[in-house]
């Protein structure tokens, strides 16, 4: 669960419309503090939100010219994106998390106490269990990985597809059909344009692996 703190300058803007207005609060909303960036693609805003591509992509023009948000294209293999920076009224956001007892806020659901700790870093303690309980050949994502490339022979790819998250593999592996690699090398690599191109963080244990044997990210 996410709570994030928003300016009343920015709730009694009426300068932007309520559209507009949720466009810019669900970027603030993924702001992530290591890249110092949002990078949700206009489809992922577009379904998340309920509104129209046409409307998203005039509002996201709109916060542009008012100053709230500075974007720089990106290209990645599974096509272009956006990426969000210099967020006018961003504050930090404050995170919590159900039966995970590190993790916590207090009465009021806004402010750390001792001994918070990032979802991220939950998240690591749940795959690292995982990991250890299951073979990588019979985790379902190799499985599912394994239906459109040969992985057996790569151990790394192997760890990556089996802690990546089973929605993002799959519409990786949409892309991957479409396209003419075929290796599991390529297929990794569409997947991590997928979680840019969505805004979904990559869990720590995920960075670290592809940080320290495959990709600087």
Known sequence: MQFLKLSTDLIT?????SNEFRIYTYLLSLYNEEKQCSYPSIDVISERLNISISTVKRSIKKLQQLGYIVIEKRKGLAGNFNIYKKLK????????KKNVSKIGVDSNGEIPIDGQ???E???QEVEENVFEVNSLDNNSNVRLARSV???DNSGFAKKVISLADKELLREAIKDFKKKR???????????VDQYYKTGVNLSKPLLNLLRKDYIII
């Open 13 to 17: 803007d009426k300068n932007i419309t």
């Open 89 to 96: 009224h961003l504050i930090n956001k404050v995170v919590a």
């Open 117 to 119: 700790v990032t979802i």
């Open 121 to 123: 870093e939950a998240l």
């Open 149 to 151: 490339t040969n992985i």
């Open 181 to 191: 690699g075929k290796t599991p090398t390529f297929l990794i690599k569409i997947l």
